[in-house]
């Protein structure tokens, strides 16, 4: 395959290229070329990170500024404040008094692509620049805790505790510019949940919390990427076919609401030590949308006999079980150290089937095949002032994506995060936290194939992909 420099042909102005004759014939059914541009998707619904590259695929950790000053260690046991709902609800047992928290994260994400190359099925160099100067951006995670606790306002409830909470437990985005290389691969890539959990915790005995909740979980999708109806005209026949210079373009939305239920342990066996066990369930979510394919400009896509326009789409997709394990350990009365265990699986994601409501247009299957994963952290914290409290962790986040399927969508490698925090408490019914992590990400090598399923009329393409992640975090919490 050819190699370009970085930029060629970013401003989407691409040099001419020879009509070709295929080297291996193989032909791009032309129903099947227009379900697969379609598909391509909701395929990408799955195949995302948090963020643009965040190692734990799309699953967003981040969602209290105390917890993520210490790289997410001890969130399973620590019970800090009532943030720690998302990671252990059972830990709102060590709450007293109600209250509520909001909490706002930023995540700056870069994903820049380098050393890249591509050519269609047949053989011909695909031009390109290399997605512009960053894939990633700037996302926002905001989240918000209310909990009310039953003992102050009944006698006979002593002990229980009602909560909730309302996240964004999923989501990335990126973006690259319409010129770049990887086009028909990706252009932007978004994904959005809202997920509303109500909980109910309870001290079932002296040292032994339990806590169960249920997920309402709604998440929507915007993805896009380039057609080259020059590549599925020349397969098929269509004399005046440039492969990779005429064009079209495909986008998908579509939302769904699923539900599922969380639960949590807190043993606390002596009282400088806790344990805490989690569990977050999967979630299945029908995905129905709509898809919208533009024809090119030289009417390579009407030769084929295509109109363009709006047709409906359907997946299924199901957001992973999470478990996770910690330990919280005070040492004295102004330090503690804890960690952390969790476990995502990942691995329900081998393949996706993409349904459409046009009959003519066959179902597209994409292979994925990506694995469980694990996230390990440690940190500690120390209490430097009665109204300080200070916490640093680090923390090893690895990627569910192989080598073989990570796509410019996906440009998720294992990581490993850098934290910082602190909590402030200047009157006694509020708290303010802060918390800043960087996550160093091992390059990304991408290397797909136009032979392989679903990637005929996309072609092949190569590269690598330098990502990172900076992730600001602040909360508030008002107790009453």
Request: hydrophobic share 40%.
């Amino acid at each position: 395959m050819s190699n370009f420099p970085a930029g060629a042909g970013a401003s989407g102005a691409h040099p001419s290229v020879a009509r070709f004759t295929p080297r291996s014939p193989r032909r791009i059914g032309v129903r099947h070329g227009f379900a697969e541009v379609l598909a391509v998707g909701f395929v990408a619904l799955i195949a995302g990170g948090a963020g643009a590259a965040c190692a734990s695929a799309f699953f967003v950790r981040e969602q209290s500024a105390a917890a993520l000053g210490s790289a997410f260690a001890g969130a399973t046991a620590g019970a800090d404040d009532v943030t720690y709902i998302f990671y252990n609800a059972a830990s709102l047992t060590r709450q007293q008094g109600s209250r509520l928290a909001g909490v706002g994260t930023i995540i700056s994400s870069a994903a820049k692509f380098r050393d890249g190359s591509g050519e269609t099925l047949a053989g011909t160099p695909i031009q390109g620049g290399e997605g512009g100067r960053n894939g990633g951006g700037l996302s926002g995670v905001p989240a918000m805790y209310g909990l009310w606790d039953l003992g102050e306002t009944f006698a006979d409830a002593a002990g229980v505790k009602l909560g909730i909470a309302i996240n964004v437990p999923f989501g990335f985005e990126t973006e690259y510019e319409d010129g770049w290389i990887g086009r028909y691969y990706a252009l932007q890539s978004r994904v959005r949940s809202i997920d509303v959990n109500p909980v109910v915790a309870w001290e079932a005995m002296p040292g032994v919390s339990l806590a169960v909740g249920l997920q309402a979980q709604y998440l929507d999708a915007k993805l896009s990427n380039a057609v080259d109806f020059g590549s599925i005209g020349a397969a098929n026949g269509v004399p005046t076919a440039v492969p990779g210079e005429q064009d079209g373009f495909a986008k998908m939305v579509g939302d769904d609401v699923g539900f599922g239920w969380t639960a949590g342990v807190l043993l606390e066996p002596w009282p400088s030590t806790r344990f805490g066990f989690s569990w977050r369930s999967a979630v299945s979510h029908d995905i129905r949308g709509d898809g919208r394919v533009t024809l090119d400009a030289a009417g390579t896509g009407v030769a084929l006999g295509l109109h363009g326009g709006t047709t409906g789409a359907e997946a299924n997709l199901t957001t992973p079980e999470v478990a996770a394990v910690g330990v919280y350990h005070e040492i004295d009365e102004a330090w503690a150290v804890m960690a952390d265990v969790t476990w995502t699986r990942w691995s329900r994601f081998r393949t996706l089937r993409v349904q459409f409501e046009d009959a003519s247009s066959p179902d597209d299957l994409t292979e994925e095949d990506w694995r469980d994963t694990w996230f390990v952290a440690a940190g500690c914290k120390w209490r430097s002032a009665p109204d300080w409290v200070l916490r640093s962790g680090v923390a090893y986040d690895q990627s569910p994506a192989r080598n073989r399927t990570r796509t410019p969508r996906t440009p998720i490698k294992n990581g490993v995060l850098l934290a910082a925090g602190a909590t402030w408490e200047p009157a006694p019914p509020l708290s303010v936290s802060f918390g800043y992590s960087h996550t160093f990400i091992e390059s990304a090598r991408i290397d797909l194939r136009g032979g392989d399923p679903g990637n005929a009329s996309r072609g092949d393409l190569s590269g690598s992909s330098d990502n990172a992640v900076d992730v600001f975090s602040m909360q508030f919490i008002w107790r009453f």
